[in-house]
C-alpha cells in the first residue's frame, strides 16, 4: 500500500545540525528532557529493531526511525489530548485509513508492529505525495489537506520554499524530528561504548560530586576526569558522566 520506488524515497533528509531550531531542540532534548529522552530510549531498544526493518522495507531514510521520540516515548498505549493513539500517534481516521482496526473490540494503533508499518506507509505515501521528506513530516502531523493547500498557495511543493508559510508549531515539529534524530545517534554511540569498552553512565544528580561519584564507584577522581575530558571538578545535575570500570 503506497509504496514508492526506493530510488525516490532514498533521496536525502538532511539532519540540519547547524540550523538554529534544530539546535535549539537539540539543547531542548539533551537538557530540559533530558529524563525522558533516558527513559525513552530505554524502552527504544526493545523496538527499533523491528521499526527499522518495516522502514527499510519501504526505503524510508533511517533517521525516521526515531519519530516515536518526539510523538510518544516508545509507549503504545500514549494518549494524545487529540485522542491520537499509540507508538506513532494516529489519529482513528488516519489509522483506518491505513488499514488499522480501531473499534469499540481492537485498536491495532496500540500494536507496535502494525502501527510501524502504517507509519511507514503513510511516510512513503506522503513523500509521494510532497517530493520532501520535510514537508511528507508536516503532513504527518498536520494532514495532508492542510500542507497541500499552503503548497498550492505558495505555487511550489519545495520545503525551502514553503517552509516559512507553515504554522510555527508545524515547522518546529520538523526541527524536532531532526533534533530527535541527532539525539538518538548520540545517545546509542555513548551506550555502545558503554558496552563495548565497560564504562557506567551515571546521570549526575543534585549533591553528587567528582569526590562521591569516585567513592561511589570505587574509582580515581583522576580516572573520571580523564576519561571525561574534565578540566576542572565542577559537574552539573543532569549530565552524564562516563566512570570506568574500577
Not at 81 to 91: E, H, I, L
Not at 148 to 154: E, G, Y
Request: glycine letters at 6%; aromatic letters at 8%.
Amino acid at each position: 500500500m503506497f509504496l514508492i520506488p526506493a530510488s525516490l524515497c532514498l533521496l536525502s533528509f538532511d539532519l540540519d545540525p547547524g540550523h538554529p531550531r534544530v539546535k535549539h531542540f537539540v539543547a531542548y532534548l539533551r537538557n530540559d528532557r533530558a529524563v525522558h529522552v533516558d527513559q525513552s530510549m530505554i524502552r527504544a531498544q526493545v523496538y527499533i529493531p523491528m521499526i527499522r526493518e518495516q522502514f527499510q522495507e519501504r526505503s524510508i531514510p533511517d533517521s525516521l526511525i526515531w519519530i516515536p521520540l518526539i510523538e510518544s516515548g516508545f509507549t503504545n498505549h500514549a494518549v494524545s489530548p487529540k485522542d491520537a493513539v499509540g507508538m506513532f500517534q494516529f489519529t482513528a481516521d488516519t489509522a483506518r485509513h491505513m488499514g488499522l482496526v480501531v473499534n469499540r473490540e481492537k485498536d491495532e494503533r496500540t500494536d507496535p508492529r502494525r502501527a510501524a508499518r502504517a507509519c511507514a506507509d503513510y511516510l512513503a505515501y506522503l513523500r509521494g505525495v510532497f517530493g520532501s521528506w520535510e514537508l511528507a513530516l508536516a503532513a504527518y502531523v498536520s494532514g495532508e489537506t492542510k500542507v497541500r493547500r499552503i503548497c498550492t498557495s505558495q505555487s511550489t511543493y519545495e520545503w525551502s520554499l514553503v517552509e516559512q508559510a507553515l504554522p510555527a508549531e508545524i515547522r518546529d515539529y520538523v526541527y524536532k524530528i531532526k533534533a530527535a534524530a541527532l539525539v538518538a545517534r548520540a545517545w546509542t554511540l555513548l551506550e555502545r561504548d558503554m558496552v563495548i569498552h565497560g564504562y557506567t553512565i551515571h546521570r549526575v544528580a543534585a549533591g553528587d560530586t567528582l569526590i562521591s561519584l569516585a567513592e561511589h564507584y570505587g574509582v580515581g577522581i583522576d580516572a573520571i576526569m580523564a576519561i571525561n575530558n574534565l578540566s576542572g571538578s565542577l559537574i552539573n545535575a543532569g549530565d552524564r558522566i562516563m566512570i570506568p570500570n574500577p
